[in-house]
């Protein structure tokens, strides 16, 4: 298993925020279909004021390039993209038209397994 960490803004509007939120408590079949479709076998979001933080475990099968073909011929997916645009913001640093930017690990801690 591979896991990515990936950071975004929302537009700093509670309204906004809160409306981004009620679509995660339901995010349509469809999109978690192609989630799920492209090896991710494990999503978190968190967030903190406007920013938000994703934790994305995956299968040997994701890759990057497969999920943003699989993404782009999948109609659903682009109108829900489409629409989230109205409540995300690029995070400082970020490409043009790059939402989710990901994350470089710089410190992990792990307690071993024998000890004891």
Known sequence: MTQYTFALDLVNDPQLIAEYEQYHRAVWPEI??????????????FRFENRLFMIMEVDATF??????????????????????????????????????????????????????
């Open 32 to 45: 978690q279909d192609s989630i799920l479709d492209a090896g991710v076998i494990h999503m978190q979001i």
């Open 63 to 116: 890759s990057f390039e497969r999920k943003t073909k699989m993404d782009a011929e999948n109609p659903k997916v682009q109108e829900w993209e489409q629409l989230m645009w109205k409540y995300q913001s690029a995070i400082p640093g970020a490409k043009e038209n790059e939402k989710w930017v990901l994350m470089d690990k710089i410190f992990e801690l792990k307690k071993e397994d024998n000890e004891g």
